[in-house]
């Protein structure tokens, strides 16, 4: 929901899996945005209902979902086209970690199998304007906004926002600053759970949707 008050009209959007692909249930109404999945589709709507389930129409996470009137279906290669060459406004990712100089990892974990890239590092290298949406904190407590990504990167120097489940932070000048807090989240779990230099306010307002 919080994401979704960043679109503006007649952006063309890519969603990443994960939690990204849940923006698609919040745009604003009256607000024309065409969201891209990376696998070829271009005009995707909110997950269908039972209803509505076409077991042909996927996202990149191999997701059911809806397309809207003026939707198009193309190759992967046409759509890394698009990536590549800029054309895309938003984009929305998941990660493992983000780290104060704005690197990204997110593809893999040493040790655990994982299928490959995948499209994320075109969407880094292809994209101004992007919004990371990742948990605070592992399983585990462990922050995963540190001083220094730990994991593979994906990109560097790239994340300027990033939305997690306690709050809303952009990324300037080596540190997180904390912009927004989540509804009945304190400053004080925030700081707690940001093992990266974190920069706070005198005034820290909670998101309004």
């Known amino acids: 929901m919080r994401v979704a008050r960043e679109l503006k009209d007649g952006?063309?959007?890519?969603?990443?899996?994960?939690?990204?692909?849940?923006?698609a249930n919040y745009v604003p109404k009256g607000l024309e945005v065409m969201l891209q999945s990376e696998n070829g589709l271009l005009g995707m709507g909110p997950y269908p209902t039972e209803s509505e389930l076409d077991a042909d129409l996927i996202n990149?996470?191999?997701?059911?979902?809806?397309?809207?009137?003026?939707?198009?279906i193309f190759s992967s290669a046409e759509s890394f086209a698009m990536i590549r060459g800029g054309h895309v406004d938003?984009?929305?990712?998941g990660a493992f970690e983000v780290?104060?100089?704005?690197?990204?990892?997110?593809?893999?974990?040493?040790?655990?199998?994982?299928?490959g890239m995948g499209g994320a590092m075109?969407?880094?290298a292809g994209a101004d304007n992007i919004i990371v949406t990742m948990t605070h904190a592992s399983k585990n407590n462990e922050s995963k906004?540190?001083?220094r990504c730990t994991l593979p990167l994906t990109g560097a120097g790239c994340i300027k926002k990033v939305l997690t489940d306690l709050a809303w932070l952009e990324i300037s000048d080596g540190a997180f600053?904390?912009?927004e807090r989540a509804p009945g989240v304190s400053v004080e779990e925030i700081v707690a759970k940001t093992a990266g230099r974190l920069i706070v306010p005198d005034e820290v307002p909670e998101m309004t949707f």
């Open 122 to 124: 075109d969407l880094v």
């Open 99 to 115: 780290d104060v100089h704005g690197n990204i990892a997110s593809w893999m974990i040493p040790g655990k199998l994982v299928k």
């Open 145 to 147: 906004l540190l001083d």
């Open 90 to 93: 938003l984009t929305v990712l």
């Open 177 to 179: 600053i904390l912009k």
């Open 11 to 23: 952006y063309f959007v890519n969603l990443g899996i994960g939690i990204p692909t849940l923006v």
């Open 60 to 72: 990149a996470g191999k997701q059911t979902v809806t397309t809207l009137p003026g939707a198009t």
